[in-house]
């Protein structure tokens, strides 16, 4: 093994072992006292005027796939389609769900098709799009799903490139209410500049946290802190080692 | 009361079926995401064998869920058409392509042909650079929408955007030379610390989210 290696090894442990000492102590109130992320809020807002509408909301998984370097954008934004699946039962139009990788339908069809739906006895079918796998082809069919009658708001959230910002630009010519995340610095920019909220960069992956309040979503989080100011501690200490030595 | 009694132990096995199943599909995950995480730290021997394998299987299973997108594709725009939906000359150019493709892949050889490689640099390329080409467009829109200043922070951003755009260009120098120092110093040291600690964000985030599914916390395969 090379020491590339070791180190990563070394991370990954010290990471497993501050994600259980945050399950051990953490404390019951934990989840209200995150720092709040206006997205969030706006999501549910987003949700309850397309409820009252009887619009739909349109939900992007990305451009990026579940079997790419990016996956874990791409599983981000299944926490937050679970999330609106999940509220989305007194819905008249079942969420319009778009996406670039075939292998995240079946995935998304499973979610769409909540309980929540059939505890209010209302069973819209399940809008599960597949696009295309080519970016730029992906974000002509989302520009055409946003420009029909029937979509209220969009939320874009997961893997981009440059063609975000077509997709954006169209929601905002549109009128359409948008709500995006993603974590490439390079499309960050162009989410600010198009998106009434966003998540941006580790923001997007404390969506299942903020959204199911699970345990271990809200412990991964106080564990990436705990990481972080490790690194931080060590970035300090190096800085301080190469400056005197 | 027999009948429902029948009805109770159909839905008690379905229960159990689904529990099985989604252990099942538990188990097959961590082992196949353990099995991969440790060829990462083994290049050579039989975890990377096995790796491969897991591997392989999996771009079985993409290809797979690839036919199913285009069986949903395709219904979806044959359903337009038979309903005479608004745009359905869209779906018809589609679903003419489609077939064309398929043709093409088939009669002349696979997707590595010749004629392949010539209907996508044909087609599908030039459309798609058509389609980037828009981008400087819609970017002169968005930095339109941003230049309006709404609060410290885009007032800021603009002072910002302003300074780096004169720096980049050569009258910028000849209005002030120290403009293309202080675009330097703007790349190298805010933006790029804003870019590191973003990036440091996002790989703590995707260890995270790696993590949570490898250790079976998060089954986004399995309803929960």
């Not at chain 2, 159909?10 to 082992?31: E, F, H, I, N």
């Not at chain 2, 922070?153 to 980049?168: K, M, P, R, T, W």
């Not at chain 2, 260009?169 to 120290?178: E, H, K, N, R, Y």
């Amino acid at each position: 093994m090379s020491l590339a290696q070791w180190i990563g090894l070394a991370f990954l442990a010290v990471f497993i072992m501050a994600l259980y000492r945050s399950k051990r102590q953490a404390q019951p109130d934990v989840l209200a006292r995150l720092r709040p992320i206006p997205f969030f809020d706006q999501l549910t807002d987003a949700m309850a005027r397309a409820a009252e509408s009887g619009r739909a909301l349109h939900v992007s998984l990305g451009t990026g796939g579940i079997a790419s370097d990016l996956a874990a954008d791409s599983l981000a934004a299944l926490s937050v389609l679970e999330a609106i699946a999940r509220r989305s039962g007194t819905f008249d139009r079942a969420p319009i769900v778009t996406l670039a990788d075939a292998a995240l339908i079946p995935i998304a069809l499973d979610m769409m098709q909540e309980p929540a739906h059939k505890q209010v006895g209302l069973q819209p079918a399940p809008d599960v799009r597949w696009l295309t796998s080519s970016p730029p082809a992906y974000a002509a069919g989302v520009m055409e799903v946003l420009g029909g009658s029937e979509v209220m708001s969009s939320v874009m959230v997961g893997a981009y490139g440059d063609e975000y910002l077509l997709m954006g630009e169209a929601a905002n010519r549109l009128n359409r209410r948008q709500l995006a995340g993603a974590s490439d610095p390079t499309v960050l920019p162009f989410v600010w500049a198009t998106a009434e909220g966003m998540l941006m960069g580790e923001e997007l992956y404390a969506a299942g946290a903020y959204l199911s309040g699970r345990a271990w979503h809200v412990h991964s989080l106080l564990a990436q802190d705990c990481v972080r100011w490790m690194i931080v501690l060590a970035i300090l200490v190096l800085v301080g080692f190469n400056s005197f030595f | 009361m027999q009948g429902l009694s029948e009805v109770g132990a159909d839905t008690s096995s379905q229960k159990k079926g689904q529990v099985v199943t989604r252990r099942a599909s538990v188990a097959v995950a961590l082992v196949a995401g353990v099995i991969v995480l440790v060829d990462f730290f083994f290049e050579r021997g039989a975890p990377d064998a096995i790796a491969r394998y897991v591997l392989y299987s999996a771009s079985v299973v993409a290809a797979a869920t690839l036919l199913l997108g285009l069986i949903t594709l395709t219904k979806r725009h044959v359903d337009k058409l038979i309903r005479r939906a608004p745009g359905r000359g869209y779906s018809a150019v589609l679903l003419a392509a489609l077939l064309a493709t398929l043709v093409i892949g088939f009669v002349g050889g696979g997707p590595g042909s010749p004629a392949m490689r010539r209907w996508f640099e044909a087609v599908l390329f030039p459309l798609e650079a058509a389609l980037f080409s828009l981008l400087a467009f819609f970017f002169v829109t968005a930095i339109y929408r941003v230049f309006r200043i709404k609060n410290f922070e885009s007032g800021l951003f603009i002072v910002v955007a302003i300074v780096v755009l004169l720096g980049q260009v050569p009258v910028g120098a000849l209005i002030w030379d120290q403009l293309p120092i202080i675009k330097d110093w703007v790349f190298d040291v805010p933006a790029l610390a804003g870019v590191r600690g973003i990036l440091l964000g996002v790989g703590l985030g995707s260890v995270a989210v790696g993590l949570r599914v490898l250790l079976g916390m998060d089954r986004p395969y399995s309803r929960q």
